[in-house]
Every structure is written in structure tokens, then in C-alpha cells.
């Protein structure tokens, strides 16, 4: 039963646009919140949110490079969630235009 309760909180995170977008994007690479809001046209705040959810949850995980935050996929929860992505289209044409945006490995500033 605790699995169920699991699943069903991850499947109502992921009912979000927003949130499923941003996993989708992190399908492909990691990112940090500047990248995000690029992409999505929404608030550092909100795109904060958003995260900060999906990490309470396991989903995401972050790490920290010099002054940046970047985000990923869980590593623990990583084969689920990709299991569960499959069927969401690839975002890959965004990452390209991050690169094309920052010095080519979506570094903010």
C-alpha cells in the first residue's frame, strides 16, 4: 500500500505541466533554475517552487558547482521517473536553445 501512496504522489507531481516540463528538460541534462526560467518564461520564485516539490519527493536531486545550483534527476528514483517520461515528448530543441543562450554548457550569468 505504501508503494501505491508513493506512485500516486509522484503521478499528482507530475500532473503539472510546469513539472513535468522541468523533468523533462532534466531528462536531458542537468540545468540550473536560470535555465529554467529561460525555457519556461516563468519566475525564479516560482520555478523554485517547483523544484523545491519535486526534491521533497525524491524526483530531483542538486548539486553545487561554484556559485551555481543544478538540477537532476534523482539518481535513486532515476529509472522510475524515466520509466514515467516516456511517453512525454523530447525537449531536446530547448537544451539546444540554452546552449545557444550561455557559453554552450547552460552556465547562468
Not at 29 to 51: A, K, N
Not at 77 to 106: C, M, Y
Request: aromatic share 4%.
Amino acid at each position: 500500500m505504501e508503494q501505491l501512496q508513493s506512485l500516486a504522489d509522484t503521478f499528482k507531481l507530475m500532473g503539472d505541466k510546469t513539472r513535468l516540463t522541468i523533468l523533462a528538460l532534466l531528462r536531458e541534462r542537468e540545468l540550473c533554475v536560470c535555465d529554467l526560467v529561460d525555457v519556461t518564461g516563468m519566475s525564479q520564485p516560482s520555478i523554485s517552487q517547483h523544484l523545491r516539490k519535486m526534491k521533497d519527493a525524491g524526483l530531483v536531486s542538486e548539486t553545487r558547482k561554484g556559485q551555481w545550483i543544478y538540477y537532476s534527476l534523482a539518481a535513486d528514483q532515476k529509472d522510475r521517473t524515466l520509466e514515467l517520461l516516456r511517453q512525454v515528448p523530447s525537449l531536446s530543441h530547448k537544451i539546444a536553445e540554452i546552449e545557444e543562450k550561455t557559453d554552450g554548457n547552460g552556465r547562468c550569468g
